[in-house]
T-cell receptor, first 116, second 111 residues
Framework: GAGVSQSPRYKVAKRGQDVALRCDPISGHVSLFWYQQALGQGPEFLTYFQNEAQLDKSGLPSDRFFAERPEGSVSTLKIQRTQQEDSAVYLC??????????????FGPGTRLTVL | KQEVTQIPAALSVPEGENLVLNCSFTDSAIYNLQWFRQDPGKGLTSLLLIQSSQREQTSGRLNASLDKSSGRSTLYIAASQPGDSATYLCAGYNAGNMLTFGGGTRLMVKP
């Protein structure tokens, strides 16, 4: 496709359930990013991949959060044993080249996760 | 650690007004700075990207400036319209690999 796509667009989970969020970056983009946006806040960085390598996961809030990009294209963000505080919009972005300050990131529409 | 602040947090103006949204950052070693628009329940739409060697960018009724020395960026919207109602986010690219976002300004333009 022409842009970054994410699925599902909306996810409702009961507390304690595991969820998996998918990101399809722009074809050929090397770098992929995940951000978390709480209601009324700006997005916050979670993790970053360069091809299949996860180079920075410093923003993951707990060990319940896990991300992978096994073939260097599609990425999945998994949240285990979801808690109410995990409710947020999860945004994925990709950039053409190696991540860096001059490489523009392009964002997907996000997945809105609601944990009941 | 870079911190980005946006003022005001919310703004309501009548249609036709010119307005300025402010963004400040703590680390002057910022590279590019980008302004986004976010409609309710939607993702981020890129408005303007100011590269590190530039001081401003213009697109239609929008003009964004970047002053690294003072740690500030402004987004100027001319002749505001109800369709401009949205949340506006600024974000800085640092030497690291992530974007640092401000909290956003929620703009309401009343007809």
């Amino acid at each position: 496709g022409a842009g970054v796509s994410q699925s599902p667009r909306y996810k409702v989970a009961k507390r304690g359930q595991d969820v998996a969020l998918r990101c399809d970056p722009i074809s050929g983009h090397v770098s992929l990013f995940w951000y978390q946006q709480a209601l009324g806040q700006g997005p916050e960085f979670l993790t970053y991949f360069q091809n299949e390598a996860q180079l920075d996961k410093s923003g993951l809030p707990s060990d319940r959060f896990f991300a992978e990009r096994p073939e260097g294209s599609v990425s999945t963000l998994k949240i285990q044993r979801t808690q109410q505080e995990d409710s947020a919009v999860y945004l994925c972005a990709s950039s053409l080249l190696l991540a860096g300050p001059n490489n523009e990131q392009f964002f997907g529409p996000g997945t809105r996760l609601t944990v009941l | 650690k870079q911190e980005v602040t946006q003022i005001p947090a919310a703004l309501s103006v009548p249609e036709g007004e010119n307005l300025v949204l402010n963004c400040s950052f703590t680390d002057s070693a910022i590279y590019n700075l980008q302004w986004f628009r976010q409609d309710p329940g939607k993702g981020l739409t890129s408005l303007l990207l100011i590269q590190s060697s530039q001081r401003e960018q213009t697109s239609g009724r929008l003009n964004a400036s970047l002053d690294k020395s003072s740690g500030r960026s402004t987004l100027y919207i001319a002749a505001s319209q109800p369709g401009d109602s949205a949340t506006y986010l600024c974000a800085g690219y640092n030497a690291g690999n992530m974007l640092t976002f401000g909290g956003g300004t929620r703009l309401m333009v009343k007809p």
